[in-house]
């Protein structure tokens, strides 16, 4: 990851009846403490990564997309956030 890198990732429901392109250029790489990314449709997501007590609290922002529910969406990122917390603690 650097700042001007591009990140591609395919998205795929786990039942394989929805999937998308997800693409980015990173703004902001800071190593353990934020990331920062323009998607394509010019719209930002910031995650942030806060030491807390000897854990690590993420926080991502993003500006949601018009063409679904707010809360639908951070339904969508929250399910992202979950799995990154279990494999960073299977990982261990």
Request: hydrophobic share 35%.
């Amino acid at each position: 990851m650097r700042v001007g890198g591009k990140y591609f990732a395919r998205m795929e429901a786990k039942d394989g009846s929805f999937g998308f392109d997800f693409e980015a250029i990173y703004d902001v790489v800071k190593n353990q403490e934020e990331l920062s990314y323009t998607m394509g449709d010019g719209r930002v997501a910031t995650t942030t990564f806060e030491s807390q007590e000897g854990l690590t609290k993420v926080t991502t922002i993003f500006d949601a997309e018009d063409q679904n529910p707010v809360a639908m969406q951070e339904q969508g990122w929250q399910a992202i956030l979950n799995n990154f917390k279990a494999y960073a603690e299977k990982s261990k």
